[in-house]
């Protein structure tokens, strides 16, 4: 049993906050969003349904996070296996709130806003990963649950501040981690060859991508061929605000 799983699992009566926070990793894919619609950076903005779902959710995720009071502040856990589901339960926290709020983005730009979430989560992942890869070598490099993967995933292809995406993408490329279908080599050259798409053609030092640089991924090949270490990715610029100015590409990525 994973360490995060364990400290679930324990007969504390106050952990049951904890236990309603994993909830929370699958709240864009539970809410009833339109059929299709991937939850970031939406061509258009969205209905004042989806929106007022969104605030109704992130006004649940900060009184769960005030709620929770020092279950999340791992200075106050003596034990270490504790302290890491405290960093854990921050890491989802500050991706949640980035996967509520980018709802209403129509632009990649916007993502900048979130700058304080995306150096949150990396920082935070820093600072266990050494613990987690030591617990991944006694598991044949393989848990079931979602650690820090999908965050820094998130950081790795969403965030344009080059220190700390670059830092993200160290982190996965430096750690072989697998958690679910996630692996850390896989998603770590996937968001290296995003950066690289988007810094080519910029100026040394440049510090600014420009929404006509900047890609999202529409999709990654299913038949992610982890016996070769290569993937499909799928990809789209902006050159305009209208659908017409969708440029579609795609590129092999190798790790």
Known sequence: MSVLASFLGSSNPTLNIIK???????????????????????????????????????????R?????????????????????VSVLLQIHVNMNIITLVCMSFTSETSFDELLPEFRAITNLAASIIGELVDSSQESAFYRFDLGILPALYLVGTRCRDRTVRGRAIELLLSSQIREGVWDSFCIGSISNRIRMIEEEGGL???????ESRRVFITSVDADCDSYHRRCKIFYTKRRGSQDEDLIFSNSLVTW
């Open 20 to 62: 309603y926070s994993a909830n929370y990793a699958m709240i864009a894919e539970t809410a009833d969003f339109p059929g299709g619609k991937v939850p970031f950076a939406n061509l258009k903005d969205p209905t004042p349904e989806i929106r007022q779902k969104c605030e109704e959710y992130l006004s649940d995720v900060y």
């Open 64 to 84: 769960w996070t005030k709620a929770a009071g020092s279950w999340l502040d791992p200075l106050q856990q003596s034990n270490p296996a504790k302290r890491i």
């Open 204 to 210: 040394p030092g440049e510090e600014f991508i420009p």
